[in-house]
């Protein structure tokens, strides 16, 4: 199993969001330290389009592809890598994932093992924070029974009818795995409308009738979406020092 970290110098919430610098380490090194300690994954892989992001990834010893710069996505990118390296499931790991748990890649990787017709998976963990549940930035998803999700979303979702933030909202975590047949076919696939619509490249395999299998994560981890969610990374890693 091979991790991927896609990352690009260009962000449109948090510019040049991969080299943020977060106890003095670049945000996209710490995804790949975090992502190194999983005990499921045999190798980890930054895929980049720029030098600048690739540098300071090799000189903290980690393998950098780089990869086309007319990728729309990340999975895109992570096509790239696999057309290039083979293995059987790939791990996506967001650049912006600084304090991304091992153990829920672990989780990941369980639920591929322990499952042979699950072609994609990923990870969400229940929102307790209204401001959380509300922000855009945030993004919801819901499930059916058999776990696999229904939609993804940047608006609160389910919508409870009577009022307040109902006890199954689940927030996304960008991580995923994908089976490699799958992962070549997903990347093959047109954008289609509701991706276009919520920026959510997930939504490319759910309209297109394919299922993704939705995992508990273990640890849930702060995501770094905007530049409040850097300040709070910051905060979090400084406290963890002291």
Known sequence: MIAVVPARYASSRLPAKALAEIAGVPMVVRVWRQASKAKSVARVIVATDDERIAAPVRAAGGEVIMTSPAHQS????????????????????????????????????????????????????????LAEWTNP??????????????????????HA?????????LRHIGVYAYRRDFLMKF??????????????????????????????????????DTADDLARARAAAAESTR
């Open 187 to 224: 990347a093959a696939l047109p954008m289609g409308v509701l991706e276009s619509l919520e920026k959510l490249e997930q939504l490319r395999a759910l309209e297109h009738g394919y299922t993704i299998r939705v995992v508990k994560s273990v640890a849930p981890s702060l995501e770094v």
């Open 74 to 129: 990340g999975t895109d990118r992570i096509a790239e890598v696999a057309s290039k390296i083979i293995a059987d499931v790939y791990l996506s790991v967001q650049g912006d994932q600084p304090f991304i748990a091992p153990a829920d890649l672990d989780a990941l990787a369980a639920a591929m093992r322990s499952d042979a017709s699950i072609q994609m998976a990923t990870l969400a963990t229940p929102i307790e924070d």
């Open 161 to 169: 009818r009577d009022g307040g933030m109902p006890k199954e909202a």
């Open 137 to 158: 930035s945030k993004v919801k998803v819901v499930c059916g029974a058999d776990g696999n999700a229904l939609y993804f979303s940047r608006s609160p979702i389910p």
